[in-house]
């Protein structure tokens, strides 16, 4: 806990004792937190030429292949398990995942006959299992992935080929199932189609992981590699600014089921669609000039010693700071002199600040309140047009989202000289 002292004007380093404590300089952020691949049969070399672009990946089953586990951590690449479907067992399941995962993927198009297939009554009276293993692995769940099918599911005259009428059916068949993320599949080949198709699920009030998309809705025959590279560029831009959209995965590193989209070649090889994936700028950009850097962060507690309030202003948005699991938390930035504030932009984390205030303050004391935010919907939070003065600022929430605390990728504040 990096608590501020009652007197923050003390000689040396004790200005803000504790803020010296946990302080550290913003960098770049070197690749997309949100990038990944669905591909299960990566060597330790495809894993070390796709690591520059993408942090991390799932292959539709809880463990992750052994020559990608071999090296994902030290280049940077998270391991994301998954229930495929099935009648999942809590014990083999939990016992199959390894240590430092953080999420967990629920059922494959379970309104597939060919996938998981289950009506929404059985991935509801199922999806208790995935609870229990979430609460002994401390995991964060993701809703069964969902996509238009055409040899679909049916139950009570309903026959599920639209993917919101499935997932409207489990959630009233699940009404106190946990589920933290909502995730889903796309495979057309127009970017204005994709942004619709996101735009249905925002309903859900949760945030979205693509886990499956390429372009594939054409004649085999039209679907070149430039359509490809121009729909991978399109979508890719989208998805990373799209403030709805937490991960998203393409598909994938080798499959012969659409022309033109694998990433990989031989062993450690990218494609030339491989090439392009890895080197996408990342990042949700800010047309807000002037973007302030600050010296020290701090913050009333940290979930872990892994989630420190520093995390939230080291330009990495695979990192992020989580409070305690209580009411109100605060995450103060010390912007290291008095600064004119113009904007403000956070990148919340699912567990995000339903109500809070932006403040500011001269002495680390007395605070004035620039803006209120009340019942929020977490993603992205851009402030523009703030007319405010002071040395720190300080994001301060009184009401969270969740059971979880409160969870910030990354802050941005911009301004000048006063």
Known sequence: MAL??????????????????????????????????????????????LSPGMSWWYNWSPTPEAGAA??????????VPMVWGGTPNADQVAAAIPAGAQYLLGFNEPNFKSQANMTPSVAAARWPVLEEVARRKNLKLVAPAVNYCGDCVSEGGVTFTD??????????????????????HWYACDLSALKWYVGL???YNK????????????????????????????????????????????????????????LLGNSGQLTELGRLYVSLPAGGGTSQPGKLTPVLAAASSSENGGTGPEKAIDGDLSTRWSSAFADPQYLLLDLGA????TGVKLQWEAAYG??????????????TTVTSVVAGDGGVDEFTNLSATGRFLRIYGTKRSSGYGYSLFEVDVFGGTP
């Open 4 to 49: 501020i002292p009652p007197n923050p004007f003390r000689a040396g380093c004790s200005l803000l004792l504790l803020l010296c404590l946990t302080g550290v300089s913003a960098h770049a952020q070197a690749k997309s937190a949100k990038r990944g691949l669905g591909y299960g049969y990566h060597s330790a070399e495809d894993m070390r030429a």
């Open 70 to 79: 071999s090296v994902a951590s030290s280049v940077g690449v998270s391991f």
């Open 163 to 184: 993917p919101v009428v499935y997932l409207d059916a489990f959630f009233d068949a699940c009404k106190t199932c946990k589920v933290d993320y909502i995730a889903v």
């Open 201 to 203: 699920f925002k309903k």
């Open 207 to 262: 945030p979205i992981w693509l886990t499956e998309f390429a372009c594939g809705d054409r004649p085999h025959d039209q679907i070149t590699l430039d359509v490809q590279k121009k729909y991978m560029t399109e979508a890719v831009n989208y998805l990373e600014n799209e403030p709805a959209v937490f991960r998203y995965a393409w598909f994938s590193g080798r499959n012969n089921e659409i022309p033109n989209i694998n």
């Open 338 to 341: 008095t600064k004119k504030i």
């Open 354 to 367: 339903k109500d809070y205030q932006l403040q500011v303050s001269n002495n680390g004391t007395t605070w």
